[in-house]
């Protein structure tokens, strides 16, 4: 079955970076887009980015310049570089796929950017 793990999540003083990590397992990796979501407290979940399979991504636009998204095909993962963090960057982050026009989440990884 479908399973994403993600990881690398954590506390981070304003300005500072983390860098995620989305394990990926139960299908063909390399022929799907992976794509980054978040949830801040009380909010709607959004949309961060996403990576094709040729390695095109996408930003919403207040991540535009700062996060960059990747993929490795080898190791079925894809990762999340996240610099500049904002105090309103606070969110648990979620990798999805969508198969089939099923979406498949992971568990999400905390991130807290405070002072």
């Known amino acids: 079955q479908v399973q994403l793990v993600e990881s690398g999540g954590g506390l981070v003083q304003p300005g500072g970076s983390l860098r995620l990590s989305c394990a990926a397992s139960?299908?063909?990796?390399?022929?799907?887009?992976m794509r980054w979501s978040r949830q801040a407290p009380g909010k709607e979940r959004e949309w961060v980015a996403t990576?094709?399979?040729?390695?095109?991504?996408f930003y919403a636009d207040s991540m535009q310049g700062r996060f960059t998204i990747s993929r490795d095909n080898a190791k079925n993962t894809v990762s999340l570089q996240m610099n500049i963090l904002k105090p309103e960057d606070t969110a648990v982050y979620y990798c999805y796929v969508v198969i089939s026009s099923l979406k498949y989440w992971g568990q999400g990884t905390q991130v807290t950017v405070s002072s």
């Open positions: 139960g299908f063909t990796f390399s022929t799907y887009a």
């Open positions: 990576i094709h399979t040729d390695g095109t991504a």
